[in-house]
């Protein structure tokens, strides 16, 4: 390789997070940047030096802190160095997906590339870029193999009950001169057994100020309060270990009775997953959030409920104090499902969702005609530029000592007009209008579905729940017992049908009323 007088060389190193003894085919951070300067100053006596290295750090991507300031002085108008400089090429990167694109930040930003141990990657031209292909990949597949070994090795000591490396949870500590296993520390074991009884205690007496108290006193031991529940869930404690979501028996002495161990779990929040609260609400509001008061076109009326003698009442009520509008949510909830059921039959409604798609079609076109035309320019520009290099190649402008890079212009026009191309039929894809008879079928299988499908979900409350989301713009009480739905046709809920419920007041209960006297009533 000839001299670079002058060159400015910016030299990375990186080693494994386990060290230099982790593997025989890593050095020290030291020794890579030795080397790499001997090397280099072999052939360029006047060579300028930067170094960048990431210690302890895993070659799986390039979220490091060294080769995150590689990058952005590569990004940069003017970097740092000319050349960049490994000890290996692993060094940089063991994964093809991130190697791949930093090597064309390079070759883009005119930025050259060594690496001591592999020199012919340093070279140019098609089979360089092959081979250094090659490299990252046989990098990438050691990395992979290395890691399906260690965890195949971590799940075969949980298999033996043992535990690998790592910190082990308060009150075990490590047995000195046995690898792997884990011995009991009496003075903190007693706390665990603490925590464990105080918090059940707590539980069954509804009171946890002792366990608070002695967190407190103990809180230098024991760290944040959040590190209780870790404690508290740790299968550890009655002497198993967990590995990837498999649990086996370990082979040291648990600090816990499981008998203990599985009450407590049943008493933590979040053990029971879809468990409903005892004390939560029965009944689902199906109208939560859409129904508006007469007093205020803006304000909401929000799901109440009180309890007479032996029955619950539910109701909406309106959030101004002052108002106190109230009106049977049951029964206001079963006069919209029962309008939305008419509405599919109505065929108005059906006339207006399809004008209503025929603008959103007519917007649709509006904007996606400037994506068309770009594509349709850079469908002809591709075409050009390949037309030229064609003429390049017939006129034997192309020769042996440029062919790499006509062939790597041929190549990338190609790909522009493929590109330019596929997008183009995408958007005419998206564009092609069914026809009107399509449409209309369509619309009406959609909306005669509603009835159907609230019939058959009788039991599923969520399933009408948000069916009435994605057709009800908002409830609007008018007056004494009637209002009026408003339905989504373009999100500004242009169909309105006005409903009555039937006895929709309470006759008795002071707490179901209507102001006769609230002055905000028309």
Request: glycine share 6%; net charge neutral.
């Amino acid at each position: 390789m000839a001299s670079l007088n002058g060159h400015r060389y910016c030299i990375y190193a990186r080693v494994s997070p386990k060290g230099s003894t982790w593997s025989a085919y890593e050095t020290s951070i030291q020794a890579q940047l030795q080397e790499c300067r001997e090397y280099v100053s072999r052939m360029d006596p006047d060579a300028v030096f930067s170094e960048v290295f990431d210690e302890f750090r895993s070659g799986k991507d390039l979220e490091r802190p060294g080769m995150q300031e590689i990058l952005a002085d590569i990004e940069s108008p003017r970097p740092s160095f000319d050349t960049l400089v490994v000890w290996q090429l692993d060094r940089l990167s063991r994964n093809l997906a991130d190697a791949a694109p930093l090597f064309e930040k390079l070759r883009d930003a005119g930025l050259g590339f060594i690496s001591i141990r592999q020199s012919y990657l340093s070279a140019t031209g098609a089979m360089a870029r092959f081979n250094l292909t090659q490299t990252i990949a046989i990098a990438q597949l050691e990395r992979e193999m290395t890691s399906e070994r260690i965890s195949a090795k971590l799940r075969w000591l949980a298999q033996q009950g043992k535990v690998a490396w790592g910190k082990l949870p308060i009150g075990y500590r490590r047995k000195p001169g046995v690898k792997n296993t884990a011995e009991i520390v009496p003075e903190d074991a007693e706390l665990v057994k603490q925590i464990f009884a105080l918090y059940l205690a707590g539980c069954n007496q509804n009171d946890f100020s002792n366990l608070n108290n002695f967190w407190a006193m103990n809180r230098e031991r024991l760290g944040d309060t959040k590190k209780m529940y870790r404690i508290l869930r740790n299968r550890f404690y009655i002497g198993e270990v967990v590995h990837h979501d498999e649990v086996f028996p370990g082979e040291h002495t648990p600090i816990i009775d499981r008998g203990t161990f599985d009450a407590v779990q049943a008493k933590l929040p979040g053990a029971k997953y879809n468990v409903p609260r005892p004390g939560r609400q029965k009944y689902a509001y199906l109208l939560s959030g859409l129904v508006r008061c007469h007093c205020n076109p803006e304000r909401y009326m929000r799901p109440a409920s009180v309890k007479k003698k032996t029955k619950r009442y539910f109701y909406y009520k309106c959030t101004d104090s002052a108002c106190g509008c109230e009106i049977n949510a049951e029964k206001l909830d079963a006069a919209v499902l029962d309008a939305i059921k008419k509405v599919a039959l109505d065929p108005e409604y059906v006339r207006e969702c399809y004008e209503v798609h025929q603008q959103q079609i007519a917007e649709l076109k509006r904007q996606q005609e400037p994506k068309i035309n770009a594509a349709l320019q850079d469908i002809e520009k591709a075409k050009a530029d390949l037309q030229k290099i064609d003429e390049l190649f017939l006129n034997g402008v192309v020769r042996a000592d440029n062919a790499d890079y006509w062939n790597e212009k041929l190549i990338a026009a190609r790909s522009r007009a493929g590109e330019a191309e596929q997008r183009y039929k995408q958007l005419i894809s998206d564009m092609e209008p069914l026809s009107k008879q399509d449409k209309l079928s369509a619309i009406l299988e959609s909306i005669t579905g509603w009835a159907s499908l609230l019939d058959d979900a009788a039991e599923d409350v969520t399933l009408k729940r948000n069916l009435i989301l994605s057709l009800v713009y908002r409830v609007r009480c008018l007056e004494h017992g009637k209002f009026a739905v408003d339905l989504i046709l373009d999100g500004t809920g242009k169909k309105k049908i006005d409903i009555t419920p039937d006895e929709v007041m309470s006759n008795g209960g002071d707490w179901w009323r209507w102001r006769e006297l609230n002055p905000r009533v028309d």
